[in-house]
Antibody, heavy 121, light 111 residues
Framework: QVQLVESGGGVVQPGGSLRLSCAAS????????MHWVRQAPGKGLEWVTS????????YYADSVRGRFTISRDNSKNTLYLQMNSLRAEDTAVYYC??????????????WGQGTLVTVSS | QSALTQPRSVSGSPGQSVTISCAGT?????????VSWYQQHPGKAPKLMIF???KRPSWAPDRFSGSKSGNRASLTISGLQAEDEADYYC???????????FGTGTKVTVL
């Protein structure tokens, strides 16, 4: 069955960096768009970034462009999110999600359990 | 990249129907048939309930239905049940720059 397991969350100071990972199993990882979606405490879902099936095309929300970098290693079935210059407003649960499509955003039937990132001094 | 607009809350008694609207633009909801809806219970990951505007995954009860007219999508829950009390989010593909956009979220309360 499809499994997505995020890791790498934790507490980091403002201006610091963190790298999240999402280990995927149960499907052909290299065939699908993957997303990172976050949810600040008590707030709604916010799309953060997505990457095409082969890693060539990457998309970012304005709120993270230039600070966050999405990548994937299809040989390791793993999705990454490198977060730099972190701000208090980046505090959230970060979910990885598998899309049905290869190059556009169709829908995500599978989500990880989320990993909490807290940016605080 | 403004979020799609949803009502903050809707409520209904068991057995009643409720409809949640999702207002976008021709660059997202109105431009593509890639509208999906997610249910989220507290502390849980989102769960897909509707995809491609009106299709249901195998796990979604048939009391959930979706539709779209112009730049506005809707989710209807017919025959409301206690377990339907949750937050609901619409989501749309938005092209090669914005890519994906979520709605502001709607809390459904079963009275």
């Amino acid at each position: 069955q499809v499994q997505l397991v995020e890791s790498g969350g934790g507490v980091v100071q403002p201006g610091g960096s963190l790298r999240l990972s999402c280990a995927a199993s149960g499907f052909t990882f290299s065939s699908y768009v993957m997303h990172w979606v976050r949810q600040a405490p008590g707030k709604g879902l916010e799309w953060v970034t997505s990457i095409g099936f082969d890693g060539r095309n990457k998309y970012y929300a304005d709120s993270v462009r230039g600070r966050f970098t999405i990548s994937r290693d299809n040989s390791k079935n793993t999705l990454y999110l490198q977060m730099n210059s972190l701000r208090a407003e980046d505090t959230a649960v970060y979910y990885c999600a598998k899309d049905r499509c290869r190059s556009i955003s169709c829908y995500s039937a599978y989500w990880g359990q989320g990993t909490l990132v807290t940016v605080s001094s | 990249q403004s979020a799609l607009t949803q009502p903050r809350s809707v409520s209904g008694s068991p057995g009643q129907s409720v409809t949640i609207s999702c207002a976008g633009t021709r660059s997202d909801v109105g431009g593509y048939n890639y509208v999906s809806w997610y249910q989220q219970h507290p502390g849980k990951a989102p769960k897909l309930m509707i995809f491609d505007v009106s299709k249901r995954p195998s796990w979604a009860p048939d009391r959930f239905s979706g539709s779209k007219s112009g730049n506005r999508a809707s989710l209807t829950i017919s025959g409301l049940q206690a377990e339907d009390e949750a937050d609901y989010y619409c989501c749309s593909y938005a092209g090669n720059y914005t890519f994906e956009i979520f709605g502001t979220g709607t809390k459904v309360t079963v009275l």
